[in-house]
Nanobody
């Protein structure tokens, strides 16, 4: 599985961005697609995930109500719609895949999101 993230950039606080993660290779209904982020000087943290076959979603408390994860199975793409952005959302965002209950073992290259106040 290969992942290609895109869509990052610069936004003002209160603005929106949409990230995309193109997935190549075989996927299964019980795969989970996720977004993580890593801010400068901080550890990588979980943002959100979605089950490829059934749309079960999970969100970090810090993004609930502002971010939405979705997937397009036909386009093999996962999206992260980010609204009401805050400066603390500034980070490199990574998409990742795990098979069932396994660890996330497939990672994209990351895309930078910068939110100015």
């Amino acid at each position: 599985v290969q992942l290609q993230a895109s869509g990052g950039g610069l936004a003002q606080a209160g603005g929106s961005l949409r990230l995309s993660c193109a997935v190549s290779g075989r996927t299964f209904s019980n795969d989970y697609m996720a977004w993580f982020r890593q801010a400068p000087g901080k550890e990588r943290e979980f943002v959100t995930s979605i089950r490829w076959g059934g749309g079960i979603t999970s969100y970090a408390d810090s993004v609930k109500g502002r971010f939405t994860i979705s997937r397009d199975n036909f386009k093999n793409t996962v999206y992260l719609q980010m609204n009401n952005l805050k400066p603390e959302d500034t980070a490199v965002y990574y998409c990742a895949v795990r098979r069932g209950v396994a660890n996330y073992e497939y990672w994209g290259q990351g895309t930078q999101v910068t939110v100015s106040s």
